[in-house]
């Protein structure tokens, strides 16, 4: 098998959720020499690009992204250590994730982890019913690019809000997304987020571009 | 003043069931924990702590508001469904009290793994604390109010609180262990409909909580797999009429209804009014409870006036003809400004007097 077969197979396995092919292909990649920032790139992004086109479209729908996301970190597993090493200072980004307090709801979070994991974003998972003065304190300590804050109950919205409330107040300068079926634009500005997401797969393209946007600025 | 509960009665069943002569539309508020705490004062295990309190707070919130619908809120089978699961299988550590919230279960700590759904015992309700106060909590009320019982029935609101995130991936991985699952809660539900039968009395409609039942989530057919199937089984061992019940965003409201009868829907989504008034020419014989009026948009963001444009726009495209319940989706949350939700019962009495102009 060539290289364009592999990458072409390992994007495959990310598209159908194969974690075991996934996970064998990857060894096989490396094995084959091929670079595991190739593999990320051309394999597992363009793979979890294609399953949010599908997902989009209505053909996919969300058992179909966690076994997709499940792929992805099988793979990621395997790549992690090559691309710390080939990584010579560079980072992606990181993210600091939690559904507020009074919330116990995870689907939506749990995606947003999993498919940026997979993307090779660091992820810091923060839980359910996360407490305001948690986000500040873990925010503080790791100063992360974004902050995501998930919520599935209309009462979540308050809780965002008093979240953000706290971590301006703490000077804590990471762009925020909150995330919910629940949010509209006007409860993100009453939040006071910078953007919000609807959905799981919504929210990695928020983030995603959040980060991207702060790259581009030399925050 | 006491309330006068029997024209809301009579208001909101003539309604259900298309019985012409309805004075004025008739208004639902989603009462559920939020509401209770907020308006009583009391934190949720006190309102819980026995059934005449429970009551009295039910009763009270629900003429505060203005409702013409009073319902107990812990008959809905997700949350109250687990913890009978939670106690029954010794996973009390599952459960999650709080005290203006409802009961919360930590979503896949009942079911980690296959044998643990395996393993599952089904709960006997007579013997479960929380379903013991409200079998006696709705007997109070319905001896008070006369209002017609609705009790609730969902299978995937149970799923996703046993299994957690592994609902979804069960589903492609292991669908036959899911359906497994699916069937024991259908057992307990029918157990819990049982009970209320002999503990309390007629059940006049079944409130499923058809969760699967939107496209954000699953497809319409694996949502009438691990969803549909068993509310179709569970009719024909009822013959109860059946309000369903979905608060998504991308509810299978049209495609439900042409496999499943059910007596009326109730949700919030999609938003255009042009929608409801379609569903409505389609499904005529369908009641609807809600269309766009959503918690969390005008009611939360706006003014007393945006609500009050809302609940107008509904009324003028769908109460004419009957069939038609003015009800904001889903419950009323502990945020949003009261002079919003008071704006809903006034609108109502401005908008909706039979015979509409």
């Not at chain 2, 209002?147 to 609180?161: E, K, R």
């Not at chain 2, 496209?215 to 309000?243: C, H, L, N, R, Y």
Request: charged share 25%.
């Amino acid at each position: 098998m060539n290289a364009e077969e592999i990458l072409s197979k390992l994007k495959n396995s990310i598209v159908k959720g194969e974690e075991g092919q996934s996970i064998e292909i990857t060894h096989e990649a490396l094995k084959a020499s091929i670079e595991a920032k190739v593999l990320l790139n051309d394999g597992i992004i363009k793979g979890a690009a294609e399953v949010g086109i599908l997902y989009q479209d209505g053909e996919y729908f969300l058992p179909d992204l966690m076994i997709s996301a499940e792929a992805m970190v099988g793979a990621m597993e395997i790549l992690k250590p090559e691309l710390l090493k080939d990584a010579k200072g560079e980072e992606s980004g990181t993210i600091l994730v939690g559904t507020v307090e009074g919330d116990t709801h995870s689907i939506g979070k749990s995606i947003v982890i999993a498919l940026l994991e997979g993307q090779g974003y660091s992820v810091i998972d923060l839980g359910t019913d996360v407490p305001p003065e948690k986000f500040v304190e873990e925010a503080q300590k790791v100063n992360p690019d974004v902050i995501g804050m998930s919520g599935l109950l209309t009462t979540s919205i308050s809780k965002m809000h008093e979240t953000v409330l706290m971590l301006k107040e703490a000077n804590i300068e990471s762009k925020v997304v909150v995330g919910g079926g629940i949010l509209s634009i006007e409860s993100c500005e009453m939040i006071g987020a910078d953007d919000f997401a609807t959905d799981g797969w919504d929210g990695v393209q928020k983030i995603r571009s959040l980060i991207e946007s702060k790259i581009k600025v030399g925050l | 003043m006491p309330r006068n509960w029997k024209e809301s009665n009579k208001r909101f069943l003539n309604t259900m069931l298309g019985i012409p002569g309805v004075d004025r539309v008739p208004y639902c508020a989603n009462i559920g924990e939020q509401m209770l705490t907020r308006i009583s004062g009391m934190t949720l295990r006190e309102i819980l702590s026995n059934p005449k309190t429970y009551a009295n707070v039910i009763m009270s919130t629900t003429q505060f508001l203005k409702s013409d619908s009073v319902y107990v809120p812990t008959s809905y089978g997700g949350p109250y469904e687990a913890v009978a699961f939670a106690e029954t299988n010794n996973r009390t550590h599952a459960i999650k009290w709080y005290d203006y919230l409802p009961i919360f279960i930590k979503q896949g700590e009942i079911c980690k793994n296959a044998e643990d759904v395996e393993r599952l015992e089904i709960p006997d309700h007579n013997k479960i604390k929380i379903w013991q106060t409200t079998f006696e909590t709705a007997k109070i009320i319905s001896k008070t109010t006369k209002f017609p019982s609705m009790v609730g029935f969902g299978i995937w609101a149970v799923v996703q609180q046993l299994l957690g995130d592994n609902a979804f991936i069960f589903m492609r991985k292991e669908p036959a262990l899911l359906l497994k699952l699916c069937e024991k809660i259908y057992q307990s539900q029918m157990e819990i409909l049982k009970n209320w039968k002999e503990n309390v009395g007629r059940i006049w409609f079944v409130f499923v909580t058809g969760y699967a039942f939107n496209g954000t989530m699953m497809s319409f057919d694996d949502a009438m797999k691990f969803e549909g199937q068993f509310i179709k089984k569970m009719q024909e061992e009822m013959k109860t009429p059946i309000v369903f019940h979905n608060c998504g965003m991308k509810p299978y409201f049209e495609e439900v209804c042409s496999e499943i009868e059910f007596l009326a829907i109730q949700g919030s989504h999609p938003l255009d009014i042009n929608y409801w008034v379609s569903f409505k020419k389609k499904f005529p014989n369908v009641s609807i409870m809600g269309a766009n009026i959503d918690v969390s948009l005008e009611m939360l963001t706006g003014t007393p006036q945006d609500v009050e444009a809302k609940v107008k726009e509904n009324i003028e495209n769908l109460a004419l003809g009957g069939r038609y319940i003015v009800n904001p989706i889903c419950n009323l949350p502990f945020n949003v400004p009261l002079p919003n939700i008071m704006a809903v019962p006034k609108a109502v009495k401005k908008y909706g007097i039979y015979p509409l102009s």
